[in-house]
């Protein structure tokens, strides 16, 4: 089945230390996208990637870095210098078309401990 | 910038009650205008989208309706089940060439039998 793949499901972190996230897709997606989900703030952009190898901030991206080596595969690094690491992240890919929808992976907990 | 605005829940409603989640938005343009829904502890689901005004989305059920001249894509369903429960998700993007997906803050919708 095609779809996108987030993982770890939970992923626990300590101060100081960087962390990846992974986000996989094989639905044949150009654009890939990254958004931190916090109680009552809805969803907010960290990084899009529209096509291999590029990549732009979105509305976030302070204190966390990506790569796009590969047109299946977005992964994100939350660094030690984000100051409050602590969210549900998700990822999601589409078709370069404005028109179109985008499709979420299951998404990643991440707790600071 | 482009902004969507809903009304904050939770909406707690009885069995086979009348759903109304109101969406407004602000864009320079002529978005894509979507609804998407989150189940506890999982990603987004697309509901619903309408590309253009007048365009009427529907889904299990639920519809809703691309309303240019009061900017409104509000969500409804005639009778609410219990597996409705789920966070609600306003989004657009805009139509020409490539966006990316601007959400509002989500209405929690809780059903009781």
């Known amino acids: ?16 230390q ?19 989900q ?18 732009q901030k979105g509305d976030i991206a302070e204190g966390y870095s990506v790569s796009r080596e590969k047109k299946e595969s977005f992964p994100l690094t939350v660094t030690s210098a984000q100051k409050n690491p602590t969210a549900f992240y998700l990822c999601a890919s589409s078709i370069r078309d404005g028109n179109t929808e985008a499709f979420f992976g299951q998404g990643t907990r991440l707790t600071v401990v | ?8 829940g939770p909406v707690t409603l009885s069995e086979e009650a009348f759903l109304t989640i109101n969406c407004t938005y602000t864009a320079t343009g002529y978005p894509s205008l979507f609804w998407y829904v989150q189940y506890p502890g999982e990603g987004l689901q697309l509901l619903l989208k309408a590309t253009k005004a007048d365009d009427k989305g529907s889904n299990k059920g639920f519809e809703a309706t691309y309303r240019k001249e009061t900017t409104s894509f509000h969500l409804e369903k005639g009778s609410v089940q219990v597996s409705d429960s789920a966070v609600y998700f306003c989004a657009l993007t805009m139509g020409s060439g490539y966006s ?4 509002g803050k989500g209405t929690m919708l809780l059903v009781s039998p």
């Open chain 1, 1 to 16: 089945d095609g779809g996108i793949t987030q993982s770890p499901k939970y992923l626990f972190r300590k101060e100081g």
């Open chain 1, 18 to 36: 960087n962390v990846t996230l992974s986000c996989e897709q094989n639905l044949n997606h150009d654009a890939m996208y990254w958004y931190r």
């Open chain 2, 100 to 103: 990316t997906l601007t959400f």
């Open chain 1, 38 to 55: 916090d109680p009552g703030q809805g969803l907010r952009l960290i990084y899009y990637s529209q096509i291999v190898n590029d990549f």
């Open chain 2, 1 to 8: 910038g482009n902004s969507v605005t809903q009304m904050e």
